[in-house]
């Protein structure tokens, strides 16, 4: 059933104000210092013509991922196009973490020559980590980092103690671009999946944050304590399709513990809370925990993108609980873990990009942390060449026009219209609004009570999986010299206007 709505700036209630830098992103650590990370889809997986396909093993998820996954080198943090591409999304938190990070060793000094101590899985040298602090320099961003916790630096029945940490922070510090915020790690209720030492348990971690933490406060005061920066909810690493808690065949993957489990006793108190979400699973994993995969064509759907600010209200009591008055940060965020799907690199995926953005800050304020600048197919940059997907000229869009003020838009979310008011960023007294219908079928009916500038977004030629978007029908591409395109509105005369099916549309009046 096709939908109508009027959009009415005036008067509108003011739902919170929410942190500038919500939009934020991740450089996994493992693109810092050269690593396994997802392999590629195919141009025609990508496009949907060519079917993606994994065979489950009784050798579980390790045996798969030799075949899922492929050795990339270091990124290169001194290139003029990434960094000028990161810059135009604005002031941001730039989280450098992953699992990686957890089982990292920081060879400063250079003394391993290349190999990993014992009880590591890599290393970082002092190189590397300059890179990335010239990096966010550059761009203009806050740090945030997890720091390592492995059997090389400790056993479970040792405390965690401070050794590699102390690395990281000090030189950060007095290179002159001191670490903003730190988790203690990376997804622990994955505990020995995620690189913990062996035999590790909730009590063990407990123990451990709440000596790091107590380090952090002692040694660098100004350093937020981020935590505990948990997956998929209570048990299951995904909501999936199945709604709130379902594994979706996650025991065939790890074994999970709860929040609570991490949190309950402990001591140091955390200054922000923290969580990751992913929609479901990719096709990568779609064979060993097929309740956890959405289909393409599902994508759009009401069930779908409801996850994102589900995830959100289903965590908020917690953040209440064990940081009250703190702020919610979605420490890695994505359409689907193990890579992004088929198609995240396509429009389809910026219907739920932005979504996921008006949702969560309907609920709350806080910063999203989008898995990732420039790796897998849910970059917002390809990898290597750096060329801008979809996703990177919405968020670019919604960076530069949806301020800090959110309000109540007084239309519920539904099918074909899902509404979202902000104030406008750099336009006192105006008001943005981004209407997304998600419907594939039928067009939205929008009054206007002024003029305003509008700002629609497409697939090319209708195409919901294409890789180029457009913006008002001008192809997203860049110009000579990596020059962006540009991203001017057109004027809509007050009145009643059609939005197509499957847009997204950027309103200021």
């Known amino acids: 059933m096709s939908q109508s709505i009027r959009l009415a700036p005036g008067g509108l209630k003011t ?12 450089v996994e650590f493992a693109e810092v210092t050269g690593g396994t990370f997802w392999k590629a889809y195919t141009p025609g997986q990508i496009a949907g013509t060519e079917e993606f396909y994994v065979e489950a093993t009784s050798e579980g998820i390790t045996a798969m991922y030799r075949d899922l996954m492929q050795v990339y080198a270091p990124i290169d943090l001194y290139n003029e196009k990434l960094r000028s591409l990161a ?25 391993t020559n290349g190999q990993v101590p014992e009880g590591y899985l890599n ?9 990335v602090l010239d990096f966010v320099k550059a761009v203009g961003a806050k740090l945030l980092v997890s720091v390592a916790n492995c059997p090389g630096l400790h056993s479970a029945e040792e405390p965690w103690h401070p050794t590699e940490a102390e690395k990281l922070f ?5 290179y002159g671009v001191p670490i903003d915020a730190a988790e203690f790690t990376n997804e622990p ?8 030492p062996e035999g590790y348990t909730p009590e063990h971690y407990r123990r451990d944050q709440d000596l790091f933490f107590k380090w952090l406060r002692a040694n660098y005061p100004d350093c937020l304590c981020v935590g505990p920066s948990t997956t998929g909810g209570e048990k ?11 594994a979706g065949g ?18 140091e108190p955390l200054d922000v809370f923290s969580y990751h979400y992913y929609n479901g699973i990719s096709e990568r994993l779609a064979s060993v925990m097929p309740s956890g995969h959405w289909l393409a064509e599902e994508a759009t759907t009401e069930a779908y993108l409801r996850t994102a600010p589900h995830m959100a209200e289903f965590y908020a009591p917690m953040r209440d609980k064990y940081c009250p008055g703190g702020e919610m940060w979605v420490t890695e965020s994505g359409d689907a873990g193990g890579g992004g799907d088929t198609w995240a690199s396509t429009y389809l995926d910026v219907i739920r990009t932005l979504n996921e953005l008006g949702g969560f800050a309907a609920v709350t304020n806080g910063v999203i942390f989008h898995n990732t600048l420039a790796s897998s197919d849910y970059g917002f940059l390809a990898r290597e060449v750096f060329d801008p997907r979809p996703n990177y000229f919405a968020v670019l869009l919604w960076n530069r026009l949806m301020g800090t003020t959110v309000y109540d838009t007084n239309e519920p979310v539904r099918e074909g219209a899902h509404v979202y008011a902000h104030s406008a960023k750099g336009a006192d007294g105006k008001t943005a609004y981004l209407v997304i219908n998600n419907s594939r079928t039928e067009a939205l009916s929008v009054e206007l009570p002024k003029d305003a500038a509008r700002y629609t977004l497409s697939g090319e030629n209708g195409n919901l999986r294409a890789t180029v978007m457009t913006l008002n029908g001008n192809p997203l591409v860049l110009g000579e ?29």
């Open 250 to 267: 996650v025991e065939q993957l790890v074994k999970s513990c709860s929040c609570a489990e991490l949190m309950e006793g402990t001591t």
């Open 481 to 509: 010299n990596n020059s962006l395109p540009a991203l001017d509105p057109v004027t809509q005369a007050a009145g009643t206007v059609e939005l197509a099916p499957g847009t997204c549309t950027f309103f200021v009046l």
């Open 236 to 246: 299951g690493l995904y909501f999936g399709k199945g709604g709130e808690g379902k």
């Open 170 to 174: 000090s030189f950060s510090k007095e």
């Open 87 to 111: 810059k135009e999304l604005g002031p941001v938190w730039m989280r450098v973490s992953g699992t990686w990070a957890t089982k990292t060793y920081y060879d400063f000094d250079g003394t």
């Open 189 to 196: 209720n994955m505990m020995e999946e995620t690189g913990f």
């Open 15 to 26: 739902l919170r104000e929410i942190n500038p830098k919500m939009m934020s992103y991740n």
């Open 123 to 131: 290393v970082l040298t002092k190189e590397q980590w300059t890179g």
